[in-house]
């Protein structure tokens, strides 16, 4: 049977482009679908009838605007987990000191993240103003000197003291970060400061009455450096999350310090 040009057996050698072929659905040659607007085709009696929707320049498939999703990885890389919120509130200077004596583990996680620079300035400088009396010689020189000599000298000693204290605690801080600790520095100095000064009190205060190099003087500080390691290791283990072993090793420096400067006579 012979068929016109406009039969149901052709379309008169004219072929409309379908789509994906035609200049305003999905791309050109060689460009990704998702590049063109695939929703747009030419007005024509064969044109699908869609709904219109409305353009949004943000969509996904338009050219230049392909969305890119970030993944956050620290968490594999071997970061350290973001710390707790405090355990309580901030102690009473007279609580934080009875507490490092009395309950050290829950007075040092309670005060982990809070700063006490008033208890630990204050506590430091009385301290260094009466270590001057706890060698035999200085304690000398120092009586037998006017006032306007000891004054300034029992000052200078305090003052001293109190920058001797806050180094030794920066450095316990530093080398506990280095070990894999996360505490903040500001805690970890201020404990570390009012540790030695609590911890040395009871030697200093025999030997301002007795000669230091008497035996239980001798004996009480041997103990009371212990007792201050010991300390020292739990806070800097409670304050940067280490166990102890890390602890120990970044309080060694500060106890060797204190070892060599206070309870063995060379300051």
Known sequence: MNRGPHGPGGHGGHHRPGPGHGPGAGGGHGEPEYFGDAGTYPPGPHAPHTPHAPHDPY???NPGHTQAFRIDDDHYHGDPAPLPGPVGPRL?????LKGIVTAPDQTFLRMR???MWGPALTVTFLYGLLAIFGFDGAREEAIDATITTAIPVVLMTGVAMVIS???LGVVTHSLARQLGGNG??????GLSMLIVALTDAPR???AMFASGDATFVQIVGWITWVAGGALLTMMVGRSHDLPWPKALGA???QLLALLSLVKL???
Do not use: E, R
């Not at 009473?92 to 934080?96: A, G």
């Open 184 to 189: 903040a520095w500001q805690p970890t100095v």
């Open 113 to 115: 993240d809070y700063t």
């Open 59 to 61: 969509a996904a498939n």
């Open 165 to 167: 204290f806050l180094i």
């Open 265 to 267: 006579g060379t300051l």
């Open 251 to 253: 309080s060694a420096i």
């Open 204 to 206: 200093l205060l025999l």
């Open 92 to 96: 009473h200077w007279k609580d934080l």
